[in-house]
């Protein structure tokens, strides 16, 4: 069965550091990967996914993921946090085909805490 | 596009009593999904639907039903209301199947007394 698995209940940054949170998932295919951000009291917005090719895949709102097969990881990167960029983060995973073809498995969510 | 809406946004119930949880999209697209989301658990698949007409369980299915009558609308009931439904539910729409990009509604906090 597929699983994903994000380390890092909570982290806090400063405003205008860099960010990096972590997602490992467990599959035996070729997975699809995503990650979603959920503002405070609403519903889930796409930043990024990777299906295929180029490992390192750019999102909206200056977000950006690697894709390291050998690790297992989809971490998800940004060289200068913002305010705004306060939210609870998800990480993803599915695959094309087979019984499981439209779940989409989510890892538990980090909650990034921003400081002045 | 108003995308995809829920409502109510908040509602409290009484055990044992029934309600319908509404989702609506404008996008004409082909799969819809309930997802509940407790906290620190991510979220579950419920249910979800490839078209009108069609529907099939998802992770956490029992205590649900479900109907696709229409493209654009994907309700959700409770029929007998308990406390391990309290939560946040989640409809969501995509073109595609799974490895296409899901867009959520706002999201209906329930609560169940």
């Known amino acids: 069965a597929q699983s994903v698995t994000q380390p890092d209940i909570h982290i806090t940054v400063s405003e205008g550091a860099s960010l990096e949170l972590r997602c490992n998932y467990s599959?035996?295919?070729?997975?699809?990967l995503f990650w979603y951000v959920q503002s405070p009291g609403q519903g889930l917005q796409l930043l990024l996914k990777?299906?295929?090719?180029?490992?390192l895949v750019q999102g909206i709102k200056g977000f950006e993921a690697e894709f390291k097969r050998s690790q297992s990881s989809f971490n998800l990167r940004k060289p200068s946090v913002h305010w705004s960029d306060a939210a609870e983060y998800f990480c993803a995973v599915t695959r094309m085909g087979g019984g499981s073809n439209y779940k989409l498995t989510f890892g538990k969510g980090t909650l990034l805490t921003v400081n002045p | 596009n108003a995308g995809v809406t829920q409502t109510p946004k908040f509602r409290i119930l009484k055990i044992g009593q029934s309600m319908t949880l509404q989702c609506t999209q404008d996008m004409n697209h082909n799969y819809m999904y309930w997802y509940r989301q407790d906290p620190g658990m991510g979220l579950k698949l419920i249910y979800y639907?490839?078209?009108?007409?069609?529907?099939d369980k998802g992770e956490v299915p029992n205590g649900y039903n479900v109907s696709r009558s229409t493209t654009e609308d994907f309700p959700l009931r409770l029929e007998l209301a308990a406390p391990s439904q309290t939560s946040v539910y989640f409809c969501?729409?995509?073109?595609?199947?799974?490895?296409?990009?899901?867009?959520f509604g706002p999201g209906t906090r329930l609560t169940v007394l």
């Open positions: 599959y035996g295919a070729t997975p699809y």
């Open positions: 639907s490839v078209g009108a007409g069609i529907t």
């Open positions: 969501a729409s995509s073109y595609n199947g799974n490895t296409d990009t899901q867009y």
């Open positions: 990777y299906f295929s090719g180029d490992t």
